[in-house]
């Protein structure tokens, strides 16, 4: 079955520091990726989605490429700041069916 | 254009109880999807509702149903309620038929199971 596997947590940065997490999944055929964010004590926000190889997703200086040939969806950001300190969750979706989740990344950036 | 939005926001139930959980689905969409987020964990997908009729399961037990509604609202209620149910309820609606998936999720329901 589809599958995500999210790079383990959690992940400590200083502020403006650069942010990779890494993001690849097992599917079969062409699923649509997404990230989205769960800051403390609240539901999922849509940070970014791709539909298609080679697609980049971005939103809020964070961007991610739908890589076919690597399976994979890295989220990155050139300077984080502390308030994208939250927990970051990769997904994938194929059909007009479930999302499929990984484990959830925790970010937490220090001033 | 309102949001998702699920009710209540806490609960706290005793072992073998049953609960119902409300969502709201964003004014557009016709479908909504239910999850299970446990502590520390991803989502997992309970099951998705599209035209009142349950369009998909997840690997939950039978008592763990639904329901959907002619304005496109739904239930999630859970019978024989186990400690393992304490999560968090996640309820995310979209609209099936668009090129592209947009859901959007509520802010939850924190169940707890005493």
């Known amino acids: 079955g589809n599958s995500v596997t999210q790079m383990e947590g959690p992940v400590t940065l200083s502020e403006e520091a650069f942010l990779t997490i890494n993001c690849t999944y097992t599917?079969?055929?062409?699923?649509?990726l997404f990230w989205y964010v769960q800051y403390p004590g609240e539901g999922l926000q849509l940070l970014l989605k791709a539909t298609k190889a080679d697609d980049k997703g971005s939103n809020k200086g964070f961007e991610a490429t739908y890589r076919k040939e690597t399976t994979s969806f890295h989220l990155e950001k050139g300077s984080v700041q502390v308030s994208d300190s939250a927990v970051y969750f990769c997904?994938?979706?194929?059909?007009?069916?479930?999302?499929?989740f990984g484990q959830g990344t925790r970010l937490t950036i220090n001033p | 254009e309102t949001g998702v939005t699920q009710s209540p926001t806490h609960l706290i139930k005793t072992r073998g109880q049953q609960v119902t959980l409300r969502c709201s689905s964003q004014s557009g969409h016709n479908t909504v999807s239910w999850y299970q987020q446990a502590l520390g964990q991803g989502p997992q997908f309970i099951f998705q509702?599209?035209?009142?009729?349950?369009?998909g399961r997840g690997n939950f037990p039978p008592r763990f149903s639904g329901l959907q509604f002619p304005n496109y609202s739904s239930e999630l209620n859970v019978n024989a309620l186990e400690l393992d149910d304490s999560a968090l309820y996640l309820c995310a609606s979209s609209f099936r038929g668009g090129l592209s998936y947009g859901y959007t999720f509520g802010s939850g329901t924190r169940l707890t199971v005493v």
């Open positions: 509702y599209y035209r009142e009729e349950e369009n």
């Open positions: 997904a994938l979706v194929q059909g007009a069916q479930k999302l499929v």
């Open positions: 599917a079969t055929g062409y699923p649509s």
